[in-house]
Every structure is written in C-alpha cells, then in structure tokens.
C-alpha cells in the first residue's frame, strides 16, 4: 500500500521561479512531515518540516504549507536557483524521530539558469 | 558537519565476496539506525530497522541471511552483504534519529559495485 503520492515525478523551472512539490498521505497518524534533499552521489539532507499544529513554516525561500483535512503538504521554492537543482522526497512519519519515515517516489527538479 | 558517518562511500568487489558498510551517529545516541538501499533515480527503499541489542526487523522481501545487521553499540550499525551478486548493486544508505534534536539524518551513501 502506498501511503504517500509525490508529484510531479520531474519539474523544470526558470531560474527566479517558483517550484511546487505536492504530497498526499493517507495515514493520519503521521505527525511530522519533513522534505528532503538529495544530490547525485549523496544521502538525502533534511530541507524543512512542519507539525501539522501550523499551516505554513517559512526558511529562507524554502516554504511548507499544509493542509491537514486534504492530507496534503506542499514544498514551494521561491526565486529558484541553479543551485537547488537536486531530487526532493517527502517523507512523513509518526510519533518519534526514532520511527520510519515513508518517502514519497521523489520529484526531479531542474533549474535552468 | 556529518552527523552520521558512513563507510566506505564507494566499494567495488567480486561477485562472492562479502562487503561490509559502518554506519556511526557521530554526536548522539541512536538506538534506532535504519538501512535503506536506492536504485538509480528511484526513491529510498527501507531495507531493515537495526536495533541496538537486538536483532534487526527486516522488511518483507529483504533477505535476513544476505544482508546482514548488527548494531553492537549505541554509535556504530553495521550492514554486511553475504556473497554478493552483481544485482545488490545499489546505492546503500544509513539514517539515525536524534531526538534531542527531533532530525533524523542520514548518511553519505555507499555505492556498491558487484563484477
């Protein structure tokens, strides 16, 4: 069973524009929903994460926003750079950081300058 | 810095061999580690849950006797793959959660290449 729907599977943006990743989960009992970054060759990092407590949580042009009654959280980069060209996992949990995490299929992003 | 260091990043071996991959939370205590294996621009599939202590849970499909865990301390999982065969090549990642600071982090990444 798949608890957790990533789209789109690949983005291409302009440098400066927005990207927007979407997830969808099914299971409620998640209570955390961090996003990931990953380059080639390399571990994924922890980008940003929300409580579902919050609708929205802001770093720098990093911003997630989250609709609890939908099941949905969404990744939004603002004036997108080269640089964050990378593939992007969600990847919600419940309970602890202790738990597993259950990563969405991932999104491509590129970012042409 | 890493929080979680993984060795070896890169390992090449014969087909038959066994390969082992360290995977030490650096500056905190993990009681918890977790294996992941990665195929190319695929997302992260959880291998197994590595108890200190104890044995491992395996996901289903993953085989015990071919990879296999220990997690000796509270620092330092080991993932060892028995009598490789070119098709465990893969990109094999670690992660650690700390609670204190409520992240889970992951490791670097090992890349396996089985001849």
């Known amino acids: 069973q798949q608890q957790v729907k990533q789209s789109p599977q690949s983005l291409i943006v302009q440098k400066g524009g927005i990207s927007i990743i979407n997830c969808a989960y099914e299971?409620?009992?998640?209570?955390?929903f961090p996003w990931y970054q990953q380059f080639p060759g390399k571990g994924p990092a922890l980008l940003i994460a929300?409580?579902?407590?919050?609708s929205e949580k802001k770093e720098g042009r990093f911003t997630i926003s989250f609709n609890k009654s939908a099941k949905q959280f969404s990744l939004h980069i603002m004036d997108s750079q080269p640089g964050d060209s990378a593939t992007y996992f969600c990847?919600?949990?419940?309970?602890?950081?202790?738990?597993?995490?259950?990563f969405g299929r991932g999104t491509q992003l590129t970012v042409w300058p | 810095g890493a929080v979680v260091s993984q060795h070896p990043s890169w390992v090449i071996c014969k087909s038959g061999t066994s390969v082992k991959i360290e995977c030490r939370s650096l500056d905190f205590q993990a009681t918890t580690m977790f294996w992941y294996r990665q195929f190319p621009k695929q997302s992260l599939m959880l291998m197994a849950t590595s108890n200190e202590g104890s044995k491992a849970t395996y996901e289903q499909g993953v085989e015990k006797d071919k990879f296999l865990i220990n997690h000796a301390s509270l620092t330092l999982s080991t993932l060892t793959v028995t009598s490789a065969h070119p098709e465990d090549s893969s990109f094999y990642i670690c992660?650690?959660?700390?609670?204190?600071?409520?992240?889970?982090?992951f490791g670097a990444g090992t890349r396996l290449s089985v001849l």
């Open positions: 992660s650690a959660g700390s609670l204190a600071k409520n992240i889970q982090y």
């Open positions: 299971n409620t009992a998640f209570d955390y």
């Open positions: 929300i409580r579902p407590d919050v």
């Open positions: 990847a919600p949990y419940s309970g602890s950081t202790l738990g597993r995490l259950y």
